[in-house]
């Protein structure tokens, strides 16, 4: 069947009076998100260096993972034989999972989009595919995720408006296509609004996504390349226009003042690679800006990450080790940066969510967003 | 001060009626080990992929660093100035550091061993060292260790007498210097008794080792590509001139069979890279054999690695995941299967102490030994 309960997944708890800042609850057949929520990115049915016991400990409540790669290795039907991905990585809260729109565009080689859908080559073994809006939400569904994503049509940044608005047309009639195909499962079918950074089809965009009447909103196409204010701009005008009753989710966005920024004009999910990908690179965050972690400066610095932070990282291991383990290519490096990392965008939200409750948000953001952001830690 | 308690360091708690094994207790600066003991191997102040956490959930007591590569990188007096390698990589509980004797001979490049010292290049970058065993005992001191190795030249593989008398003869002559070497720590120091595959060398080796009355004796040069039987004949030959007051250390050895053997003749300590390294290539210990997990059969295998074993891997994850992380190359699979190695090894550790103990180490023997070597898990 396909499921709508509409408006049911979705619980607004608070509204911040001098942004669009809400704190919601979503609720989905492996439990329920606080949001305002950050996904940690899982592609391959793990986050990467991460147990899910570890994942835990850190509160994350939610995790995104990859129809295209899971589609493509090991395959979706052979998760469902193994019972599922939640079973299969070990992981029992609940999984959104990407349609593959944006990993056909961005990964896949030779694609070629049409009305059918998106004809691409492995990036893996370069063998031939088509994945079609049905198929997507059936290996989504085999998958047994608890949020559904609709297969949509990604844009090269920049694009004149008429590739724009032939992707963003594509991308509703597979919206509808998507609503149509029949889930096994109770999971939750989100839309996604595209259309470039051209605000006619934006508005177009969104205006027949809410008419298909999803069980959430995502805004996709930002964080493609375009600028700070671009896609704020983007956000501005398009999250009015999604019914406050439905969850919205900012894809593949971003940095922590973007997260700030995102929740400032109602968004309620997010999800990025950047803190998990950041680790593995030995940039990571802290309360009081960037540490690069390669550099020289931290070879003998016996200080804490971040002073202020009580990640199991930051309770046990100097930058000294941190720096070291990174230039010895040890792989325990890439996973205490990655507690750290996510422990620093799971914290932020919480930070977030308490900051709505208690009416303080517009502070809050005024005080901690810049920090992040410029500031390189000496 | 140079430092030796002769004797008061081990305390023997039971010794088998049929077969040379004990049960003892070593104690340390750091605490105390329960003999027989496997000690993983934590070359660059990190045993690959584990956290201190996930060493003390496995019950590790003791771990083995490298002096070799952390007076390379990032160098003993930084580790020092950082307070110590204890501290340095967050592990409270016992260090044995290896003298970089074993290294010189089979990573660094260029090596010209004289009667002062090591003469080598840096498998790193090429620069140039000299390791004398003055500078050998300076550096495990530094680091902080428990337990510190006398500096030995080792051996090509086979050698012929003269060449293994050589190498024997020089590593008697730098024992005396590193048991001359003041210490400013309340380490223990291990002998290491060479000499190769000649029984008169080996005898020679011992009895001199000995003389020079260490806290410990470890036995070297074997695990160097000799077959098994060589290396048992030495070890029958070896053990019964070392004082039963004292440690065995069985260096760089072994297989789950290896330790059985080891500890029927007497020895207490061991270290090996094989469960560490073997679970990153995907080769995995299980009670009913070896599991190769890239094999095509697991790809579909829900049963966990090991249905006997009650480690987090097993308890969480099937064959099928663990063979879709490594297929993928995934780091969690290198950490799941490092968990389920490691624990592999630290189980049989305990099951051979707690044989020991009611005297049936030889009906244990009997039983398992086989099973581990041979048996390929279909």
């Given at each position: 069947?396909?499921?709508?309960?509409?408006?049911?997944?979705?619980?607004?708890?608070?509204?911040?009076?001098?942004?669009?800042?809400?704190?919601?609850?979503?609720?989905?057949?492996?439990?329920?998100?606080?949001?305002?929520?950050?996904?940690?990115?899982?592609?391959?049915?793990?986050?990467?260096?991460?147990?899910?016991?570890?994942?835990?400990?850190?509160?994350?409540?939610?995790?995104?993972?990859?129809?295209?790669?899971?589609?493509?290795?090991?395959?979706?039907?052979?998760?469902?034989?193994?019972?599922?991905?939640?079973?299969?990585?070990?992981?029992?809260?609940?999984?959104?999972?990407?349609?593959?729109?944006?990993?056909?565009?961005?990964?896949?080689?030779?694609?070629?989009i049409?009305d059918?859908?998106?004809?691409?080559?492995?990036?893996?073994?370069?063998?031939?595919?088509?994945?079609?809006?049905?198929?997507?939400?059936?290996?989504?569904?085999?998958?047994?995720?608890?949020?559904?994503?609709?297969?949509?049509q990604?844009?090269?940044?920049?694009?004149?408006?008429?590739?724009?608005?032939e992707a963003?047309g594509r991308t509703i009639r597979w919206?509808?296509?998507?609503?149509?195909?029949?889930?096994?499962?109770?999971?939750?079918?989100?839309?996604?609004?595209?259309?470039?950074?051209?605000?006619?089809?934006?508005?177009?965009?969104?205006?027949?996504?809410?008419?298909?009447?999803?069980?959430?909103?995502?805004?996709?196409?930002?964080?493609?390349?375009?600028?700070?204010?671009?896609?704020?701009?983007?956000?501005?005008?398009?999250?009015?226009?999604?019914?406050?009753?439905?969850?919205?989710?900012?894809?593949?966005?971003?940095?922590?003042?973007?997260?700030?920024?995102?929740?400032?004009?109602?968004?309620?999910?997010?999800?990025?690679?950047?803190?998990?990908?950041?680790?593995?690179?030995?940039?990571?965050?802290?309360?009081?800006?960037?540490?690069?972690?390669?550099?020289?400066?931290?070879?003998?610095?016996?200080?804490?990450?971040?002073?202020?932070?009580?990640?199991?990282?930051?309770?046990?291991?100097?930058?000294?080790?941190?720096?070291?383990?990174?230039?010895?290519?040890?792989?325990?490096?890439?996973?205490?940066?990655?507690?750290?990392?996510?422990?620093?965008?799971?914290?932020?939200?919480?930070?977030?969510?308490?900051?709505?409750?208690?009416?303080?948000?517009?502070?809050?953001?005024?005080?901690?967003?810049?920090?992040?952001?410029?500031?390189?830690?000496?």
């Open positions: 069947m396909t499921v709508s309960r509409a408006g049911s997944h979705f619980e607004l708890l608070a509204t911040d009076s001098q942004t669009q800042a809400r704190r919601g609850r979503l609720s989905t057949p492996h439990g329920t998100v606080d949001t305002p929520a950050f996904m940690p990115v899982g592609t391959s049915a793990t986050v990467k260096t991460m147990t899910p016991a570890d994942l835990e400990s850190l509160g994350v409540q939610i995790l995104l993972a990859n129809a295209y790669h899971l589609y493509l290795r090991p395959g979706h039907r052979l998760i469902a034989d193994q019972g599922g991905l939640h079973r299969f990585m070990g992981w029992d809260a609940p999984i959104l999972t990407d349609s593959g729109g944006f990993q056909v565009y961005s990964l896949a080689m030779l694609r070629r049409t059918d859908g998106a004809h691409f080559q492995s990036h893996l073994d370069g063998s031939l595919h088509l994945i079609t809006p049905e198929l997507s939400i059936e290996i989504q569904d085999a998958l047994g995720a608890d949020v559904v994503m609709a297969f949509d990604c844009l090269e940044y920049p694009a004149v408006h008429e590739a724009a608005s963003m919206a509808r296509r998507c609503r149509e195909t029949v889930r096994a499962t109770p999971s939750l079918l989100f839309g996604i609004v595209q259309g470039g950074f051209f605000p006619d089809l934006r508005e177009e965009s969104a205006r027949q996504t809410v008419d298909l009447d999803f069980d959430g909103y995502a805004i996709g196409g930002l964080s493609v390349g375009e600028s700070k204010e671009e896609m704020l701009r983007v956000l501005d005008h398009v999250t009015p226009m999604l019914p406050p009753t439905r969850a919205r989710y900012l894809m593949g966005v971003g940095t922590p003042e973007d997260l700030i920024d995102g929740v400032a004009r109602g968004v309620d999910l997010f999800d990025c690679v950047m803190p998990t990908r950041h680790a593995r690179t030995g940039w990571l965050f802290t309360s009081r800006g960037r540490v690069v972690i390669k550099h020289a400066e931290y070879a003998t610095d016996d200080r804490p990450l971040d002073p202020t932070c009580g990640c199991y990282t930051c309770r046990h291991f100097s930058r000294a080790y941190l720096r070291h383990l990174f230039m010895s290519k040890e792989v325990l490096g890439a996973h205490l940066n990655t507690i750290h990392n996510l422990s620093f965008y799971l914290t932020l939200m919480t930070d977030i969510r308490a900051a709505i409750e208690e009416g303080r948000f517009d502070a809050f953001r005024a005080t901690t967003a810049a920090v992040y952001e410029e500031v390189i830690v000496k």
